[in-house]
């Protein structure tokens, strides 16, 4: 037998080495083959054999693998915790494997994170997959409360120690414990499913986002390879006393991934001189091919897979009617078919994989599983390579992201008499059945096509006739200056409630240890406000000075690009507080320019928390969302901007793109400039921004039908620059028009696709620097501003050379007592650097202490 991994293995050097069992090297050449991806951030695919994504595999294989895990979770858990236990898989590959992991514990609900947003749901959370081709996720459970659990008693937890193993097998069952006080957490275990723990990022960043929100005891880590080199497996310790929590790790094997020097380059190469050896299996062009559907008769009140949550009483249901829709399909398929493909569709892969089971079960006709994939690979027809052929047709269901290309591998020419297409209704698209679409493509392949339509689940708390939604309160009008900010009432209208009375300032210090901890989230309190020294007020003054003109120009180029491009009377919807001084220079520039007064109101956004959603509630209701144009700042690394679109999946009509004054990330396509350079409102905090706060989101201050709130800091009246920034940019508009006509007329010509060179850069950098966090990596100048008035910075990165736009940050850092690094090569003027596990008298990842200034 040849190993399907050895053709990369010899052409890139990639070497899969076992756990130093005598057979750990074969059983992982059983489990893996290697293929080469079509995606910058990694070369290699780990191709698994029992997954059922690329590789048609026996469905009773597949659902063995995740089922066999789920029982030694389980057993790990114990019969109390695996009943207070939640099962998270992660969308698109491991959705069918986390299924088979719920359903091997039996007593455990399960959720499954998605890439497709649904009308109506908004997201409870959301997260990054830094490497994968697809990056966002969303989790869309139906019951708002899935994730939250209940809290433990308070005896509930032990102390334990460090390093403690249990499970059957210590070489894949791994157990961290930390002796935090976790009298707050939740004690439901949080189970999270991937196909590959590699370098672990995905699964402890998903944790750490989700901690903030959902704090709890204990969470399991499954997969069914544990990759991880001797390098990241000690970070699961420092993660675990990190967050105060036990974290176990549960995998089928264990081995590493070795990678030579240059592998990035190298994979690249073999991807451009191979690309179109095979060539993709030719679209089918004909008129559309017969293809026999069969009615299922899929059970009423089940979903179609994990993306709403599944419960163990769905289970039941569908496992008394799994016999029955086999029979169907094998009456369709009739008596002459001896080799068949159950084909799934992206995320929906554990209702194909559930009828590939019942049809094995059913008849004695050999039964394959896959599912179809977004995710571009290489295709070379050699037996030692994993992905020997593949399809290529549009994507079929609207996909929120926009058309694109998927695909199907090791399809065609795999021998199949037919092949079962199952996808859910949403996916049920004339697409689908257009020529050159993935039915007319199988047609080309196999003797026989059915096509099985899951029907797609409707959450029971958004009615699916709208007629039937009930109205929500009546939500207060936005507040305005002077009563609310120093702004003028026409200027800005502030879709917030005011906390003004209510002390919610903490120590910068506190704040730090209480976020990263776990502890708290940062939209729960507010720094206290920095209070600007003369030298630094004059640095303020000098900049404004020096780029006012910069910034007006900045200012007329996405004011006009808006106009030209989105709709010529935008509704600007500011996100407080960076935004809000750009969105009053936008509606100043389009009335002294052309004489036009646009609505502008300022909302809240969290990081991992969303946008509020009353206040687009509020907006649908006064404006057409399509009106909507939402205004930042500027962007660092795009995490708002995903955050954006994440949050909006759940909201009809409102684009989720944003208009920016500056774009140095290259997250955006709407800006005024891409350059980073100093916008002198970030070098303040209230004071230039019409002495609000920053927004703040705490449950026992914000209800379910409140605007998230701020605070207005009357008592800083005498030292607010906030009129004066505004007048100070507005009074060189005239001076900068022609530079703008000019600018404008070439950027609307102009490919300006994001590119996410910010977001890699990132990344980047938080791994040189032994960060292993995005979210404490904050590029450019905005944001290292922030990072230095408002949390506990570690060191500083500058660009070397870099001049005037620099002074601010310099004179901040050294009032810290924070060191500026000089770097090359560095796409940003600077990039700040947030303390890592930072506590009081912490030590940072190169051992140095940090003083508190």
């Known amino acids: 037998m040849v190993w399907s991994g050895s053709w990369v293995a010899e052409r890139l050097g990639v070497e899969l080495v076992g756990d130093g069992r005598p057979d750990g090297d074969g059983e992982l050449r059983e489990l893996l083959g290697l293929a080469l991806r079509r995606n910058p951030k990694r070369a290699h695919l780990l191709v698994s054999n029992v997954l059922g994504k690329h590789v048609p595999q026996k469905p009773s294989v597949v659902y063995g693998a995740g089922f066999e895990l789920g029982r030694r979770v389980r057993a790990l858990l114990g019969e109390a915790e695996a009943r207070r236990a939640v099962v998270l898989g992660y969308a698109e590959t491991a959705t069918g494997l ?38 966002s996720h969303l989790l869309l459970p139906e019951d708002p409360d899935l994730l939250g659990g209940g809290r433990p008693p308070a005896d509930a937890h032990t102390n334990m120690d460090a390093g403690a193993s249990t499970g059957a097998n210590t070489d894949t069952d791994t157990s961290v414990y930390t002796d935090t006080d976790t009298s707050v957490y939740t004690d439901a275990p949080l189970v999270l499913v991937d196909d590959e723990f590699s370098t672990g990022n995905t699964v402890l960043n998903t944790i750490r986002t989700l901690h903030e929100r959902y704090p709890r005891n204990r969470y399991v880590i499954v997969a069914l390879v544990d990759m991880r080199s001797a ?38 190469a073999l991807v451009a001189a191979h690309d179109g050896a095979v060539p993709d299996a030719p679209r089918a ?9 069969v009615d299922l008769q899929w059970p009423a009140g089940v979903p179609d897979g994990g993306r709403h949550g599944f419960t163990p009483a769905h289970r039941t249901v569908l496992e008394r009617a799994l016999p029955a829709m086999a029979t169907r399909v094998a009456d369709a398929l009739g008596d002459d078919v001896r080799r068949v493909l159950i084909l799934g569709f992206e995320e929906l892969m554990y209702a194909p994989l559930r009828l590939g089971t019942a049809l094995e079960d059913r008849t004695d006709v050999e039964v394959r599983y896959s599912t179809t994939t977004r995710s571009p690979v ?50 049920d698209t004339p697409g689908l059945h257009a020529p050159g679409g993935l039915l007319a493509q199988l047609a080309e392949h196999t003797g026989q096509v059915v096509l099985a339509v899951v029907p797609s689940y409707v959450p029971s708390r958004i009615p699916a006739d709208p007629t039937e939604r009930q109205e929500p309160p009546v939500l207060p009008e936005p507040l305005r200056g002077p009563a609310f900010s120093s702004y003028a009432p026409d200027e800005v209208g502030w879709l917030l409630q005011d906390l003004s009375d209510t002390e919610l300032e903490a120590p910068t210090e506190e704040r730090e240890e209480a976020i990263q901890s776990g502890g708290a989230h940062y939209a729960e309190s507010l720094p206290v406000e920095y209070q600007p020294s003369a030298h630094y007020q004059s640095l303020f003054k000098a900049a404004l000075e020096l780029s006012a003109a910069r910034v007006a120009r900045a200012v007329g180029t996405v004011t006009e690009t808006v106009l030209a491009e989105r709709t010529p009377r ?89 208009a920016v004054l500056a774009d140095p990330g290259g997250c955006v396509r709407t800006y005024g400039t891409r350059e980073d350079f100093l916008i002198p409102s970030a070098c303040l905090n209230s004071t230039v921004s019409g002495l609000i706060s920053r927004t703040v989101l705490r449950s026992d201050l914000v209800g379910p039908e409140d605007f998230h709130g701020a605070k207005f800091y009357r008592e800083l009246a005498d030292a607010d620059v906030s009129g004066h920034f505004l007048d100070t940019v507005a009074a060189h508009f005239d001076e900068v028009v022609d530079a703008v006509d000019a600018e404008v007329k070439e950027l609307l010509a102009a490919d300006r696709a994001p590119t996410w060179e910010g977001w890699a850069a990132v ?45 601010h940050i310099r004179l901040l850092a050294e009032q810290r007592g924070v060191p500026v690094e000089e770097v090359d090569e560095l796409p940003y003027s600077c990039v700040g650097l947030i303390h890592p596990k930072y506590t009081r008298g912490a030590t940072g990842a190169d051992g140095k202490a940090v003083e508190s200034k």
Request: one cysteine or more.
């Open 763 to 807: 990344e980047r950098i938080s791994e040189e620097y032994g960060i292993h966090d995005v979210n404490l990596v904050k590029p450019g100048v905005g944001e290292t501003t922030r990072v230095l008035l408002r949390r506990v910075p570690w060191k500083i990165l500058a660009k070397r050379g870099a001049g005037a736009d620099l002074e």
């Open 231 to 268: 390098a990241d497996q000690g970070r699961l310790t420092e993660f675990a006393a990190e967050i105060g929590a036990r974290v176990d790790l549960v995998a089928r094997s264990t081995g590493t991934v070795t990678l030579p020097e240059g592998v990035l380059e190298k994979g690249r």
């Open 98 to 135: 986390g299924h088979a992991v719920a359903d091997g514990l039996g007593v455990a609900p399960y959720l499954h994170s998605t890439r497709r947003p649904v009308e109506g749901v908004a997201p409870a959370g959301g997260f990054e997959e830094s490497h994968s081709h697809a990056t």
């Open 285 to 293: 062009d004909a008129g559309p091919r017969p293809c026999t559907r």
């Open 570 to 658: 935008p509704v600007l919807v500011s996100l407080a507080r960076a935004g809000t001084p750009v969105g009053v220079l936008m509606r100043r520039w389009a009335r002294h320019r052309h004489g036009v007064d646009l609505p502008h109101y300022a909302v809240s956004i969290v990081r991992g928390r969303g946008i509020d959603a009353n206040a687009l509630r509020w907006l649908a209701a006064h404006h057409d969302p399509a009106d909507v144009v939402f205004v930042d700042g500027w962007t660092g690394k795009g995490a708002i901007t995903r955050e954006l679109s994440a949050a909006l999946a759940g909201f009809e009509g409102f684009d989720p793109e944003i």
């Open 378 to 427: 290489l295709a070379v027809d050699d037996p030692g390579y994993a992905i020997r052929t593949r399809l290529v047709f549009p994507a079929h269901d609207d996909p929120a992201d926009g058309p694109g290309d998927r695909y199907a591998y090791n399809v065609a020419g795999a021998g199949f008499d037919a092949v079962v297409l199952v996808v859910d209704s949403t996916a």
